[in-house]
């Protein structure tokens, strides 16, 4: 999958996920060009298995969170939030999805 920001400070990004491996991806709901919805819908419709933390800056309902969380997201946050939270809900969703050795 191919995804893309662009328009909101003139600026393109552009990034071919099948390239290199993405640890985690923080998306907002809203975005000029393709909603973070969308982006999630997509990536696992292509059965790319990354951990999505969807945040949003709309008052939170509950149909968006259960909707986020059913496309496939593994977190929702609402805005704002602190750094603290946001690095304390990365490292969770990493130490779930990423391999552990083992000391047995």
Known sequence: MQGTAEK???N???YDYR???IDLIATDLVL????????CKELRKKNIKTPIIMITGKK??????VLGLEIGADD???KPFGIKEFLARV????????PQ????
């Open 19 to 21: 390239q290199e491996k």
């Open 60 to 65: 939170k309902e509950e149909i968006d969170t």
């Open 101 to 104: 050795e083992s000391d047995i």
């Open 91 to 98: 490292n969770a969703l990493l130490r779930r999805t990423q």
């Open 8 to 10: 909101k400070h003139q």
């Open 32 to 39: 000029p060009s393709m909603g973070g919805l969308q982006i």
């Open 76 to 78: 929702y946050l609402l």
């Open 12 to 14: 393109t990004y552009y």
